[in-house]
């Protein structure tokens, strides 16, 4: 046996000390990394293996990822969220990840919420508006159940101007509130008066300009405009730069042809040039409507959603309808500005996971080694992060190319089956919100989709197709 190990160089999958005894008879070993599907969870684990090279699932989650891939989202308009999103009552305010009620909301969706009652005249005061937050009379709702998408407290309310994306292939529209820049901000859940003023001259400057505008420059295809931001150093989740500036090339000339007033004009055009992450909602209304025309192909193991409340992770996969799998959400892992840390920081939040959804933000910090400076890591970890994902997608997208990786696609198309399998959980890139209502972002990272969401999903998936 002896002679065995010394003239022969083994492979070791599993305990690590197999492989140690080999060495220690002065042997050669190579420790593979692995762990059993579904960390070990027998009943997830034949539910797996159900589905693995099924047939069915096969044909369903290739049909809704050729869905995904032929969308075309083009920029159609701007309008009030109220006349605009499907569903939206008078008294409904949406908000980002999983449903949750007041009592359970964490302290940035909560101020966030009493921003959103001011600025509609709910209330007078901060106080009143907790008041009548708790009261029961006010509906609360994922914005992801009225084809809308948020980032971070991602609260909606009926009087916001949104963005309007269309699926030209396929007639879905999707939805996303206006980008308030940095600072205070209603979507780190400030609401002092500084914010309601802003959210004031959103709806009554910005909104109408950028209506006009759009009228002018007619719809405005977003896959080309992502294409060449990726291109430019961007990854269109915390990276916008390119992209917004893109934008605003396209938006310039129009806005000029305009009756809108001078002081208008140079306010929004201002406004726009001074703000980097302007084109963060649009991106995620654009990645909203792609996955949405991927959504409701039963037997498809595609997730068309990841999103989170700041304190539970949801996703939706395409083969199970509008069934949440949920599990608590993350900390994230990342870089703090000075004088916070982690004991400092919500959970995971935002719906902004959804441009991990649809391939580009952390599937493509390849694209993007400048984005490290934020959330830490070196640039080889980018390029890392972006083909560890390539394990758990069912393809590439070219439309979306990677300079760093020879033009090569994104990794697109998340299988809940291949998550599973690989145990290799979703990356995302965020950042990271104060824990208290209004304090507003700290820092930037990493995080991850909990895999006990995908479990579950799984499991659901195989009940329905048994």
């Known amino acids: 046996m002896s002679k065995l190990f010394t003239q022969s160089t083994i492979i070791n999958v599993g305990l690590s000390s197999f492989a140690d005894a080999v060495v220690q008879t002065g042997g050669q070993a190579e420790q593979v990394e692995w762990s059993p599907p579904a960390a070990g969870n027998r009943d997830v684990g034949l539910a797996l293996a159900r589905m693995i090279k099924n047939p069915t699932v096969e044909a369903a989650t290739e049909q809704s990822y050729q869905r995904y891939l032929q969308a075309q989202p083009v920029l159609v308009g701007i309008g009030t969220a109220g006349k605009e999103i499907p569903g939206m009552g008078s008294r409904l305010l949406l908000h980002a990840g999983p449903p949750i009620e007041w009592p359970d909301m964490c302290g940035p969706v909560q101020g966030a919420i009493v921003g959103a009652v001011l600025y509609e005249r709910w209330a007078s005061s901060p106080e009143e508006a907790r008041k009548l937050a708790a009261s029961g009379s006010i509906t609360f709702a994922p914005c992801h159940h ?30 996303s509130n206006m980008n308030e820049g940095l600072g205070k901000v209603l979507r780190f859940g400030a609401n002092n008066k500084e914010v309601i003023d802003r959210l004031d001259w959103l709806a009554a400057v910005l909104g109408p300009t950028l209506q006009k505008t759009l ?32 934008l605003f090339r396209r938006l310039v000339p129009a806005a000029l042809q305009t009756d809108a007033p001078t002081e208008q004009l140079r306010s929004t055009l201002n406004f726009i040039a001074g703000n980097d992450h302007f084109f963060l909602n649009l991106s995620m209304a654009t990645c909203k409507a792609m996955l949405d025309a991927a959504h409701g192909v039963k037997g498809s193991s595609l997730v068309t ?11 939706r996969i395409s083969g199970t309808g509008d069934t949440w799998f949920q599990a608590d959400a993350l900390p994230v892992d990342g870089l703090y500005f000075p004088s916070y840390g982690p004991e400092d920081a919500a959970k995971d939040l935002g719906d902004s996971a ?3 959804t649809a391939g580009i933000g952390g599937f493509a910090m390849a694209a993007a080694p400048a984005i490290v400076q934020f959330v830490g890591g070196t640039p080889a970890d980018a390029v890392s992060n972006t083909m560890a994902m390539t394990n758990i997608t069912v393809g590439r997208n070219n439309a979306f190319t990677l300079p760093a990786l020879n033009f090569s696609g ?53 009940a329905s197709l048994r």
């Open 215 to 246: 009228r002018k420059l007619g719809p405005l295809e977003m896959k080309p405009l992502i294409a060449q931001a990726l291109h430019m150093g961007d990854e269109c989740h915390n990276r916008n730069a390119a992209a917004s500036s893109l």
């Open 305 to 315: 959603v990841m999103a989170r409340n700041g304190v539970r992770f949801g996703i």
């Open 146 to 175: 009225h084809a809308a998408v948020g980032p971070m407290a991602g609260v909606i309310s009926p009087s916001m101007p949104v963005w309007i994306v269309e699926n030209s292939e396929g007639g879905n529209r999707a939805y």
């Open 410 to 462: 994104t990794p697109a198309g998340i299988d809940a089956r291949k998550v599973l399998d690989t145990n290799i959980m979703p990356i995302i890139n965020t950042g990271i919100a104060h824990k208290e209502a209004g304090v507003g972002q700290i820092g930037a990272g990493i995080t991850r989709a909990p895999l006990d969401c995908f479990s579950a999903g799984i499991q659901a998936l195989d």
């Open 354 to 356: 959804i441009t991990e």
